[in-house]
C-alpha cells in the first residue's frame, strides 16, 4: 500500500466527518491533557477499554518512554479497568517503547500490524482484543486526523488531547513540524 495513504485518508474522512470533528473541538478545552481525564470518570461514564497514543499524549515526541506524571496517570487507570483493557496504539510503536510497557505495564497491549490511524482497523482490533464493543472504547489522541477521527470512523469515543506534551528542547525540528502540523488541523477543522 501506499506508505503515506492514512494521510490522504485524513483529509477524505476527515471531510466526510467533519461535523463530528468540529464538536470535538469546540467542546475541548485548550488545556486538556491526559492530568484532566478522571479513570473513574471515564468508567462510569460506560467506557470499558482505553486505546492512547504514545507521542505527545504520554511523552514528548519521539521519546521511547512516558514521563512520569503520565506513568502515574497509567496507574490509576489500571486500578480502575485493568491492565488487559489499556490498549498502545500510536502508528510508531518502537520496539524500545514496547520493551518499557513489558517491563512497567505488562499488561498493557501493543496495536500493531494493522493500517495507520485514522484507518479504524487498529480500533477495531483493540474491541476484539478486549472483548467490548467500540462504543465503549475511547482513543486518546492529539491529532484530530489520525487518532480522533479512527475513533470517530470506527465508532469508538475520540479525547483530543489538546494540551500535548512537547519538547523543543530535545527535538526543535520535529516538534516544531507537528506543532504546525495540530495547527493546520484545527485550520482545516474549522474551515471545511
Ligand atoms: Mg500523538
Redesign the pocket.
Known sequence: MYPYSHILAGFSLGFHHRRELRRLLDSTPANTSILELAPEVLFSSGIKALAL?????LAAHGSPVPLPEAVTWMKQCEAVFGGNQIFILSNKPTDGRRVWFAENFPAMRFISGVRKKPYPDGLKKTGELAGVPLSAIMMV???LLT?CLAALVAGARPCYIRR?YISFKTRPFAELFFWKLRFMERLFVRLI
Open positions: 497514543d504514545f507521542d505527545g499524549v489522541d492529539d491529532r487518532g500535548p
